[in-house]
């Protein structure tokens, strides 16, 4: 089985580059698209809440809130559709920061769906 220090390596937090790479990420990916992606949710605006970094930097999962839209899963079908533009813009903006552009996931951050439903039930039991 795995020795003590294995299990210490897979259950760790991240580390501070990880969470430093995660908010550079955050705040350009949100910049990108609301400047440059703006075609991207037809209408709809998109609020990057959430980038999870891989411990060796090549992958981000990137959680998205999507307002103003009926369809969440067509805009981000339509999103990840648009993934090398994306990461293309990322590229241009990252790249005296890091050396290797991760290759970005996209996934709906439901949480403000999640809190605005637990309102709603309170409120209807009032």
Same mark, same amino acid.
């Given at each position: 089985?795995?020795?003590?220090?294995?299990?210490? !390596?897979?259950?760790?937090?991240?580390?501070?580059?990880?969470? *430093?790479?995660?908010?550079?990420?955050?705040? #350009?990916?949100?910049?990108?698209?609301?400047?440059?992606?703006?075609?991207?949710? &037809?209408?709809?605006?998109?609020? +990057?809440? &959430? +980038? %999870?970094?891989?411990?060796?930097?090549?992958?981000?999962? +990137?959680?998205?809130?999507?307002?103003?839209?009926? #369809?969440?899963?067509?805009?981000? &079908?339509?999103? *990840?559709?648009?993934?090398?533009?994306?990461?293309?813009?990322?590229? %241009?903006?990252?790249?005296?920061?890091?050396?290797? +552009?991760?290759?970005?996931?996209? !996934?709906? #951050?439901?949480?403000?769906? !999640?809190?605005? %439903?637990?309102?709603?039930?309170?409120?209807?039991?009032?």
């Amino acid at each position: 089985m795995f020795a003590e220090k294995d299990i210490y !390596y897979f259950c760790r937090m991240e580390s501070k580059r990880q969470e *430093r790479i995660s908010k550079l990420l955050l705040k #350009d990916l949100g910049m990108i698209f609301q400047t440059e992606m703006q075609h991207l949710a &037809k209408g709809a605006m998109i609020t +990057v809440t &959430k +980038v %999870n970094i891989s411990p060796d930097l090549t992958l981000a999962k +990137v959680y998205l809130s999507l307002f103003a839209t009926k #369809d969440k899963d067509a805009a981000l &079908k339509n999103i *990840r559709k648009h993934t090398s533009e994306i990461r293309g813009s990322l590229g %241009n903006k990252i790249r005296h920061q890091l050396r290797i +552009v991760p290759a970005l996931n996209f !996934y709906i #951050d439901d949480s403000l769906d !999640y809190i605005e %439903n637990i309102d709603n039930l309170l409120k209807d039991e009032d």
